[in-house]
């Protein structure tokens, strides 16, 4: 860039040391790159989704990508996760679903439709990483698109595109890839490093439902359509070590009907 290259040359100049966007989860993914970077206290006071993590999360899978650098599998899981948000209360409009690949963005907007979620994701973002430079929102789900045997990661091996993608986010960044074939550049092993450090790279979607105050494991090989469901239906009573929530006790409890308290 023209301002690293004044740098270079040894113009004088300040560095920006604090940032006030994003949640530590997320700011910590880009220590690699800012290593003197720290978190202001602002981004300590964001409020966490009501239904699933906030901070960085990778969602893997392995539905591969086709020639046309569409991944059709992940396009209904970045479309149905967008979904769940939205049903347990998040605005849709402070959520942006974002591809480095046109392809994608096209099938995103088609599959909106054949899914029936226009109404429910009215007001959602969905658009290119390169079209979202200088944008934020409070959510962000990233469609990686790229999985395939060979380990080819086109744009993504793109520090610049990469940097975009990964600081949009202020309370929540959902990743939706193949891990495995992430795994095959350099430029992302700190990144899933610090995920796999974390706990924060799994099959296993943790999403918590407002109606029932339990933590239901979703998936991403799992059955898809059923998940918009998760509200309106009675749910196993499973305990997500992720998030440490509490299952509501059984009608058998002494302690049946009180509340109890979710460590989020």
């Known amino acids: 860039s023209i301002m690293q290259r ?20 997320i700011s910590d993914l880009l220590k690699d790159w800012y290593p003197f970077m720290r978190d202001g ?39 149905l996760l967008a979904g769940l948000l939205a049903q347990q209360g998040t605005d849709p409009k402070r ?66 595109r990469k940097g975009v993608l990964l600081s949009r986010a202020k309370i929540s960044l959902f990743l939706v890839g193949n ?5 095959s550049a350099e430029n992302w092993d700190g990144t899933l490093r610090r995920l796999v450090q974390r706990d924060r790279v799994r099959m296993e979607l943790p999403v918590y439902c407002t109606t029932h105050r339990v933590c239901h494991l979703v998936s991403s090989e799992g059955p898809l359509l059923p998940l918009l469901m998760l509200c309106k239906e009675e749910l196993p009573r499973v305990c997500c070590s992720l998030q440490r929530h509490r299952p509501l006790p059984s ?5 049946a009907g009180r509340e109890e308290k979710t460590d989020r």
């Open 6 to 25: 004044l740098v270079d040359a040894g113009i004088p100049y300040s560095r920006l040391e604090e940032q006030n966007r994003m949640s530590f989860g």
């Open 251 to 255: 009608s058998g409890s002494p302690t």
């Open 95 to 160: 959520i942006a679903i974002l591809s480095p690949y046109t392809q994608q963005i096209k099938t995103l907007g088609s599959e909106v439709k054949v899914l029936s979620l226009d109404q429910l994701l009215a007001g959602i973002h969905i658009g290119t990483v390169d079209s979202f430079q200088g944008e934020e929102r409070d959510v962000i789900i990233v469609s990686l698109v790229r999985s395939n045997s060979k380990g080819k990661l086109g744009f993504l091996a793109d520090d610049h």
């Open 41 to 79: 206290p602002i981004t300590f006071q964001a409020s966490p989704l009501a239904a699933l993590p906030s901070g960085a999360f990778l969602w893997t899978h392995y539905g591969m990508e086709t020639g046309l650098y569409r991944n059709m599998l992940e396009a209904r899981l970045v479309l």
């Open 179 to 183: 891990r495995e074939t992430l795994k």
